[in-house]
């Protein structure tokens, strides 16, 4: 089981180091292509929170790019995915502790 939890720790580590360079290319493309939502995002002040703000609401349906649109619905459901692999390792880390 040890080994189990050591490898789920492994992957998840990996994958939200990756999801966070995806997750820096999209704003990237963002700041490149779309300058002037990406100013309203820059007023707030919760700072990289707001993109993951606008990635989960979704507020990227209305910049009509079927390109970003794609990324960013890819980028989200990548992030979900990283919530599931979390939620493994911490039931796996659960069962070890307590057997």
Not at 5 to 14: D, E, K, P, Y
Not at 29 to 52: D, N, V, Y
């Amino acid at each position: 089981m040890n080994v189990l939890l050591a490898i789920l720790t492994v992957v998840l580590l990996v994958g939200i180091a990756a999801g966070l360079v995806l997750q820096h290319m999209l704003y990237s493309r963002l700041s490149t292509e779309h300058p002037k939502a990406l100013e309203i995002l820059a007023e707030s002040s919760a700072g990289i929170m707001a993109f993951q703000r606008y990635l989960w609401k979704q507020q990227y349906l209305g910049l009509n790019d079927g390109a970003f649109t794609r990324r960013a619905d890819f980028l989200r459901r990548y992030w979900e995915v990283c919530l599931v692999l979390f939620l493994l390792v911490v039931v796996a880390l659960v069962v070890a502790v307590s057997v």
